[in-house]
Nanobody, 111 residues
Framework: QVQLVESGGGLVQPGGSLRLSCAASGIDFRSYNMAWHRQAPGKQRDWVAT???????AYADSVKGRFTISRDNAKNTVYLQMNSLQTEDTAVYYC?????WGQGTQVTVSS
């Protein structure tokens, strides 16, 4: 059974940083692409970033230059480093591997 557990969310002031983690189990982690998505209140879930098994990275325009996705295959963990956070980044952040989703972690950017 695949399990994804996100952590690292919280409350941060505009301009601050957070690092999200997503620990995976029950899956051959290094063989899959991984992605982060987010869902703001009252809005649809949007794609944020992807990191392929081959190391290719792609980002949504809204986060490009501020967010960085990375992975540690030895720890079966994918990360999302978020810098220069803005109020518009407030959302529940989800990691995804294949058709599997984590439970989400809340990120709130507010002064």
């Amino acid at each position: 059974q695949v399990q994804l557990v996100e952590s690292g969310g919280g409350l941060v002031q505009p301009g601050g940083s957070l690092r999200l983690s997503c620990a995976a189990s029950g899956i051959d982690f290094r063989s899959y692409n991984m992605a982060w998505h987010r869902q703001a209140p009252g809005k649809q879930r949007d794609w944020v970033a992807t990191l392929t098994s081959g190391g290719y990275k792609a980002y949504a325009d809204s986060v490009k230059g501020r967010f960085t996705i990375s992975r540690d295959n030895a720890k079966n963990t994918v990360y999302l480093q978020m810098n220069s956070l803005q109020t518009e980044d407030t959302a529940v952040y989800y990691c995804r591997i294949a058709d599997n989703w984590g439970q989400g972690t809340q990120v709130t950017v507010s002064s």
